[in-house]
């Protein structure tokens, strides 16, 4: 549940209102010292490659220095999951894993079991985690740094398009509204990586346009790759335009030798991901996401597919989550009426997670910005990408991800025209400008005090990282279980009408090798054969269902207490 206190949403309103109306009535209030901290920042914007890696560490070091006051987060949705699964997977140094005697009782969403046990989704996002888990011990480090990773591509993106002043600005704002908070940031399954592809591309554009050098191309291979082993339909919305307009500029010059190292770059990526295909899913032509949704999907992913007939399951929550909760989701995307709604929707998801209720002042000026050469191909971009997650039945902000650094260019560009705008010949403009970002600094310090302040936010699809304690119970349990003597086995029951996003059926890499694990309860004698094959474990039975989430033993192991 929630938590009672004060939403940081409507502080953040209220703040915005307060700064509004004070640069509307005192635009030269606190003109001279703030004039001095632009100076000094801008003389590190200045220096480009010190800006980004200023940008990335800052980014990195806030989030580290939080971490007694904003922890490391526990999983909880099923991607996240999936996900770390592919971490596990990828740390143990292998690519996929042999399919377990009893795999039906450890069927999970997202994850595939035939014709190996896997996670469904591309591997870029399991890399990370799986950088994590070895380098530090734990996967979300991964994370951390992927997000780190990601502000300083979006200033180094930024710097392509715009002075290096409001380069560096977008860069610190990315910090303070994504790198830190977000559940980008403080999540397994974010939009970080993502991200980090689209800033490669949408950065290196500019610079091959004005002066195309190997390295440019490189660079935008290297994103377009990070795009295709992340989130590949949204990267084709992204890569297509950009590598057209590069094309035609390289070809205009005759270059046509500078596109040989991105090229053949590409073909060993799309060779690797083949392989991995091949071990994973059984062939090189067989993507992730085919085999499982084929497998447990009715629903298509896209409004113009048709349905598939309803496939059969074994258990109740399974077939909840995706013949009711995803089925109406689609046959509603389907009518003229749902499709209006849902991307009304989208387009509020979009506003508020990016931009918040602060970082719409500038907005003001989206018109000027539609209109300026400057960043036409954004904007042109922006909108073949916003066409293309129409057709998308869902969208979740990090399906946005791969045009993260299009929207802070066009924030940043905004905020050029805002600080112009002048009225009556008062720097109010100016004035909006300054009280934005101050507004987010103060938001930021909020946030991080938000315990000792009861503030309360929701995780999802605010920017912020909600105070909602999902996936502690299950954590809770998982810690207790893995401290008493011996190898453990949970048999989960749910009790009817469980909510299916609550699930806590996910394993390990190594489900024989695990401390602890997790199976379904197919009930009586149902369960004989999973009991006999872990005959050497105390079995415990999990309801999640109870208040509080109740833990007994089965056979002859004693009790364990309730948590």
Known sequence: ???????????????????????????????????????????????????????????????????????????????????????????????????????QYFESFHISHLPSYMSMYFPAQGMVLAAG?????????????????????????????????????GGGLAVLRLGVFSYWANSYYGGAVPAIGGALVLGALPRILRRFRTRDGLIMAAGAIVLGTSRPFEGVLLCVPAVAVALWSIFRRKQFRMITAPAVLLVAAAAA?????????????????????????????????????EPSYRYAEMRDFYTNWEMKDYKEARTPSGFVNRTVQKAGIVLFFVFGVTLLTPLIMVRRVLKDRRLRYIVVAGTIFAAGLATNVWLFPHYIAPFTAGFYAVLMQ??????????????????????????????AGLRIAAGPLNLTTPRWPSMWYGTEPFGLPRASVAAELAKRPGKQLAVVRYAP?????????YNAADIDGSQVVWARDMGGEKNLPLLGYFKDRNVWLVEPDAVPPRVTALGVTPRLARK
């Open 1 to 103: 549940m929630q938590p009672s206190g004060v939403s940081l949403l409507v502080v953040e309103t209220g703040l915005t209102a307060i700064g509004i109306l004070v640069a509307l009535s005192w635009p030269r209030a606190g003109a001279s010292w703030l004039s001095r901290i632009e100076s000094a920042l801008l003389l590190l914007a200045r220096r480009r490659r010190l800006a980004v890696l200023a940008t990335g560490c800052s980014a990195l070091a806030i989030r580290l220095a939080i971490l007694p006051v904003l922890p490391i987060p526990q999983p909880f949705i099923h991607d996240e999951f999936s996900y770390l699964l592919a971490g596990d997977t990828f740390a143990s140094g292998r690519l996929t894993n042999p399919t377990h005697p009893l795999w």
């Open 133 to 169: 888990q070895l380098l530090t011990g734990h996967a979300w480090f991964g994370v951390c740094f992927a997000a780190a990773f990601m502000c300083a591509a979006i200033c180094w993106m930024l710097q392509g398009w715009l002075p290096p002043g409001w380069a560096l600005l």
């Open 273 to 309: 991901m083949g392989y991995y295909d091949y071990r994973v899913f059984g062939s090189p032509l067989t993507l992730p996401y085919q085999i499982n949704r084929t497998t447990y999907a009715s629903a298509p992913v896209f409004v113009w597919q048709p349905a598939r007939p």
């Open 414 to 443: 905004a905020m050029r025209h805002l600080r112009c705008w002048r009225p009556n010949r008062q720097a109010t403009g100016q004035a909006l400008t300054r009280m934005t970002v101050m507004t987010c600094i103060l938001l």
């Open 497 to 505: 009408g469980h909510a299916p996003f609550d699930d806590w059926v």
